[in-house]
């Protein structure tokens, strides 16, 4: 079993959709969770990040983490094409990080 | 703003070659990285080096050495490229805490090798 899991998708979804990508893990000592996006042909970029439990929002973007369910969430309000990337997970317990094999999103105008 | 330069975008190699990646970062961060991309796999961790010529094995070291002489560069070789070194390397890097500690990974915009 992986140490974290992700559905790569692919997802596609209208513009204006609510989007909601997801992680699973199985290491209760995660305490650091991010969300990166990658384009394509392009290295991923630090989207969110988030210390333990608890949800953190930053504009259409809210990160939401569920310790007792080793789950964690990203959510897309009014969702646009130009958020049309893959996006992955990444955790740690103040070590290595571990990636999820990462969400292909598209959007479609 | 943080930068990590990956100098070869796109290389095409033949079998048996060796291989360099160089990867320059301008953040004065102590940690590098490399890791490949594969569809399928994710990311996966070659190598890392936390100081000038200290380095570390990753998860997939195997085909693969790094070089360190200098802070903001952090090279990757591959001895004798082979096809199934096909992929997207990454080149990143961070201040202590590799990722973790809150302290961000930075990636460069990565080099597609093709080994033929």
């Known amino acids: 079993q992986k140490e974290v899991e992700q559905d790569p998708g692919p997802l596609s979804v209208p513009e204006g959709a609510i989007v909601s990508l997801n992680c699973t893990y199985s290491?209760?000592?995660?305490?650091?969770f991010m969300w990166y996006r990658q384009y394509s042909r392009k290295g991923p970029e630090l989207l969110m990040y988030t210390y333990s439990s608890g949800n953190k929002e930053d504009g259409r973007f809210t990160a939401q983490v569920d310790k007792s369910s080793k789950y964690i969430s990203l959510f897309i309000r009014d969702s646009q094409p130009s958020d049309s990337a893959t996006y992955l997970c990444a955790m740690s317990a103040g070590g290595k990080l571990i990636f999820g094999q990462g969400t292909e999103l598209s959007v479609k105008p | 703003d943080v930068k990590v330069t990956q100098s070869s975008r796109y290389l095409v190699k033949r079998t048996g070659e060796k291989v360099f990646l160089e990867c320059v970062q301008d953040m004065d961060h102590e940690n590098m990285f490399w890791y490949r991309q594969d569809p399928g796999l994710g990311l996966r961790l070659i190598y890392f080096s936390y100081d000038v010529k200290m380095k570390e094995k990753g998860d997939i070291p195997e085909g693969y050495s790094v070089s360190r002489e200098k802070k903001e560069r952090f090279s990757l070789i591959l001895e004798s490229a082979s096809t199934n070194q096909t992929s997207m390397y990454l080149c990143a890097s961070s201040e202590p805490g590799q990722g973790g500690s809150g302290n961000t990974i930075y990636f460069g915009e990565g080099s597609w090798l093709t080994v033929v």
């Open positions: 290491n209760s000592a995660f305490q650091y």
